[in-house]
Each structure stands twice: as structure tokens, then as C-alpha cells.
């Protein structure tokens, strides 16, 4: 494994390289690292070249210096693509990654190709809000505006904060002020227009038991893309492929070696 360091829009970026063969791009879930990756790279690695990297913000990457959108995260990994002089490569990407895949592939006019796209556990679908989280919604703005007023404010100045950090999720809670800013721009933003123009082969591979991004997203995507294919891992979770390793290396083989 040869680690590496690079410089893309300013930021100081971690990534690794292993293998020979294909070239295959891993994009990280929101919150993870190349290390989460690592038991699959090894795998991997065996019949393909594969790059995976720290997204910034996390590992070994520096941090952006300010909240980036999902078309920041778009041209940022389109930027680092052109970095390692790639014309053909293909796509696993997890989670956050899968969204920015989505959009990416979806929307815009690439100057390298893009052979096949794996999405595990893929963001990017947004679902209305049952009545009871709208009423928690309209509760926290009601409870933001208060603890917001100058005379209240003075009086509790680090309780509109606590508000804040108990009303997210554990990803916003441990996040810095910017990432906290990037992460509210991503969940809101629904990626479901863009799938039915990702014109390469996809496979969805995907926990039955995923309480992130449940299965119900995948049909969904399964549905849109043209050319997609799902595959459903019983007992498993938004870390499908740790928890069921060997069998999701073999699936993946199969797809990008054994189905040329």
C-alpha cells in the first residue's frame, strides 16, 4: 500500500494506492476513513488498482474552509480524478459517497469514463418527515428563535448550542462548525432526478437491516437507474460490506472482472 499526499482545491489530501489491474475508485461514507475501508482494499487489490482516499474533513485530509454544498464535494472528487491522470476507472462508493456519485455521474459531462458504479448503502434519497418529527422540527426553530434573543442569550449563552447538538444526529453532534454546515446541505438535497441518467452498469449492494439508508432507498434507486442491479444482504447493516466481507468481495469480482 503506498499512502500519499496531494494538495486538491487547497486542502491537504490523504489517500492511498494498492493493487494492479482496473482502476477502482472507493468514495468513503460520511464520517469514515480509509481505514474503515481497509479489509475490502485488501481484497480488492487483488485483481484491481485501488485508490481510496481521507474526504476532507476526515483522517488524515484537511478540513474545507467553509460548509461545502454536494457540488463542492462533485468537483472537488472530479478535481482529484484529473490529480491521479485516470481515463477509465470504476466506482464503489459508500453512503455520502454514493450521493455524490449519483449527481455527479447524473449531471454532468465527464472527461473520463466511467465504466461500472457500485452503490452500498447509498445516500441521496430524502423522505417527507412523519408528523411527529415535524412537530420536533417546528419545536427546535420555535426553541431556536428564543434561546436566540439577545436578553436570553446573555442570561444562557451556551444553551442555544446544547439545543442544537441534542436535536442532531450522532454524525452532526461530533462534527466541527463546518462539517455541521456540510452535513445539513447534503441530507437536503434528494438525488433521485439524476438516476435515471447514470447510463452505466450499477449494482446496489445493500443491508436488509440498514436503519441509514433503509432498503426501501434501494429499490427506489434499483427502480430509476436503467442498467441497475440489487443485491440484498440478509443480517446485515449500513456496514454490509465488513460484516459479510468475503461474500460482497465475491459479488464485486463477479461484477467488475467475471462479467467483462
Known amino acids: 500500500m503506498i499512502i500519499i499526499k496531494t494538495q486538491i482545491k487547497n486542502l491537504n489530501i490523504n489517500y492511498i494506492k494498492q493493487g494492479e489491474g482496473k482502476n477502482v475508485l472507493i468514495l468513503p461514507g460520511w464520517g469514515t476513513t480509509i481505514n474503515t475501508y481497509l479489509p475490502l ?37 472530479i478535481e482529484f480524478i484529473h490529480s491521479l491522470d485516470l481515463k477509465e476507472l470504476d466506482i464503489i462508493a ?46 427546535f426553530k420555535i426553541g431556536k428563535k428564543i434561546l436566540g434573543l439577545k436578553p436570553v442569550k446573555a442570561i444562557f449563552p451556551d444553551l442555544l448550542e446544547k439545543l442544537k447538538n ?26 433521485r432526478e439524476y438516476l435515471k441518467n447514470i447510463n452505466v452498469p450499477t449494482l446496489l449492494l445493500w443491508g436488509e437491516k440498514d436503519t441509514e439508508t433503509p432498503i426501501e432507498d434501494a429499490e427506489i434507486m434499483e427502480k430509476l437507474i436503467p442498467d441497475a442491479g440489487l443485491v440484498k444482504l440478509d443480517n446485515c447493516t449500513h456496514y454490509a460490506f465488513l460484516e459479510n466481507l468475503n461474500y460482497v468481495n465475491k459479488i464485486i469480482y463477479t461484477f467488475l472482472i467475471g462479467g467483462n
Open 94 to 139: 459508500h453512503s455520502n459517497g454514493g450521493r455524490i456519485t449519483i449527481k455527479m455521474v447524473g449531471s454532468k459531462n465527464l472527461d473520463f469514463k466511467i465504466g461500472k458504479i457500485i452503490l452500498m448503502g447509498s445516500a441521496g434519497i430524502v423522505h417527507p418527515l412523519p408528523f411527529y418529527k415535524k412537530i420536533r422540527v417546528k419545536l
Open 41 to 77: 482494499i485488501n481484497l480488492l487489490s487483488s485483481y484491481s488498482t485501488v485508490y481510496c482516499l481521507d474526504m476532507p474533513g476526515f483522517g488524515e485530509s484537511d478540513e474545507p474552509k467553509e460548509s461545502w454544498n454536494l457540488d463542492n464535494y462533485i468537483d472537488f472528487v
Open 166 to 191: 441534542n436535536s442532531g444526529s450522532a454524525d452532526y453532534r461530533n462534527a466541527s462548525p463546518i462539517m455541521k454546515g456540510a452535513l445539513v446541505k447534503l441530507i437536503h438535497e434528494d438525488v
